[in-house]
């Protein structure tokens, strides 16, 4: 793990997701803002979604699991947010793509505007 924290930490909860999880990931880790990490929690999966998460990890240090129990998406989000380590929290479900530009578009825009709390996206 690197020892600064990176900009933007993308928070993935993930339960019996294996049939997107992988298109979730990739699409996360070509991001054109590479300074992000992925906090994945999966909450007590049944299929290959740890096994997924796992090699995915192994493939890329941005890319924590957490592995607890099934608890519902309340306290995986939750875990997860009590791990990322940026000053900005991206959300994001295991069935989603994400456009390349999305973090970068979306930091630029936060650090841009002093009123802003939040952006979102379709």
């Known amino acids: 793990m690197p020892a600064t924290a990176p900009s933007v930490s993308v928070l993935l909860p993930c339960r019996n997701a294996a049939s997107t999880l992988d298109e979730a990931v990739e699409s996360i880790l070509r991001q054109t803002l590479d300074d992000l990490e992925v906090v994945a929690v ?9 096994a ?3 090699h995915w990890a192994r493939q890329d240090r941005r890319l924590r699991v957490l592995h607890r129990p099934p608890a519902g ?3 995986s989000l939750n875990t997860g947010l009590a ?3 940026a ?13 390349p530009e999305r973090f ?3 930091a630029a825009m936060l650090s841009a505007g002093a009123d802003l709390a939040a952006v979102g996206c379709l």
């Open 104 to 106: 970068a578009s979306q």
């Open 87 to 99: 000053p900005l929290i991206a959300r994001m479900d295991a069935d989603d793509r994400s456009h």
């Open 73 to 75: 998406l309340i306290e």
């Open 42 to 50: 999966d909450d007590g999966s049944s299929d290959e979604t740890p």
């Open 83 to 85: 791990e990322c380590r």
């Open 52 to 54: 997924r998460l796992d």
